[in-house]
C-alpha cells in the first residue's frame, strides 16, 4: 500500500532540514550519544504518557528487566511483546515511548519492552539472548509482537529462534522499518542517504560492525532476512517511507515472507523516513500507529475466536 502524497506542513518542514548529520556512534562516543537520545526523547515520551493515560512499571521477566506499560483501559488479554530501535548501541523502552504509549492505549494491551544489553560493550547475541529469556516466559498463552528498526531485527530473530525450539509463535506482527540485512544491502542505503532526515548509511555500518563483532553478518540471527521462514509465521505489517534509509530491506522482506506463504501488508508512505512513526509532531505518525493498532488488534481476536 502506498499513501497519499500530500505531506502536511510539519512534515515539510522537517524534510527542509535534511541532510541528517552523522551520529558519532564510535565506542567512545556512545555514552554521551545515549544520553543526549534520552534528554531528548524525555519530554516527548513524558507528553505520550500524560496524553495517552498509559502507566509503566519495572518488572524483571525470564532475568531480564523489562518496562511493561499498562493501558489505561485494558482491553485485551494478550500481552504486546516490544523491541526498541538504536541500531543494537543505543536506545531503551523509555525512548520509544511515542509509539509504545499510544500502541498501548488504542489495543488497550500491556506492552512488555525487554531493556535488552547493548553493543559494543554486549555484542551479539546478547540483546536476543535477553529477549529470547522474556519471550519464552510469556510464550505460553497468545501474544504479538512489535518491532522498530533493529527492534525489528529483534523481533524476526526472536521468532527463528522460537521457530527451533518449538515455542509458540506470536499471533501478529508489526515491523517498523525493520533493519534485517546488517550487510547492508539494497538501493535505499545510497539513493536515501542524506534524503533520510533521521539516520545515515554510515550510522547503520558502524552499528552493524558494533553489532556483529566479527561475526558473519549474513548470520540469519544477525540478518534475519536470511532465516527459513514459512506459512506458520504470524500475518505481519510492515511500514517504511519513500525516504527511508532502509526502505529497501522492507520490501525485500515483504518479498521474501510473501514468497514463504506469510500474510504481509506493506505499506509505504510517500515522502516519510526511517520510523516516522516516532516522531509525534507529524499527523502521518498518529495515522500509521493506529493503523498498526487496528492490524494487531483485529488478528487477535481473530486469533481468540478460533481457540475457543
Known sequence: MSTPKTLNPEAARILADTPAPFSDRSSGNLPKLRDETRAYMAPIADRAIRTTGVSTERKTIGGTPCMLVHPPEKRSTWPILYGFGGGFVQGGPFEDMAIVAPLCALTGATVIIPDYRLAPEHPWPAAIDDAFAVYRAIAEAPFAIIGESAGGNLALSLM????????????????????????????????????????????????????????????????????TFDENFPPCVITTGTRDLLL??????????RDNNVTVDLHVWESLWHVFEWDDRIPEARRSISSIARFLSNHMTQNEQVMR
Open 160 to 227: 527463528l529462534r522460537a521457530q527451533k525450539e518449538g515455542l509458540r509463535l506470536p499471533s501478529a506482527a508489526a515491523l517498523l522499518s525493520p533493519w534485517c540485512d546488517l550487510t547492508n544491502s539494497g538501493d535505499s542505503l545510497t539513493a536515501n542517504d542524506g534524503r533520510d532526515p533521521t539516520i545515515r548509511r554510515r550510522d547503520v555500518e558502524v552499528s552493524a560492525r558494533h553489532y556483529a563483532n566479527g561475526k558473519n553478518p549474513e548470520d540469519p540471527e544477525i540478518s534475519p532476512i536470511n532465516g
Open 248 to 257: 529497501s530491506q522492507s520490501v525485500r522482506l515483504a518479498n521474501v515472507l
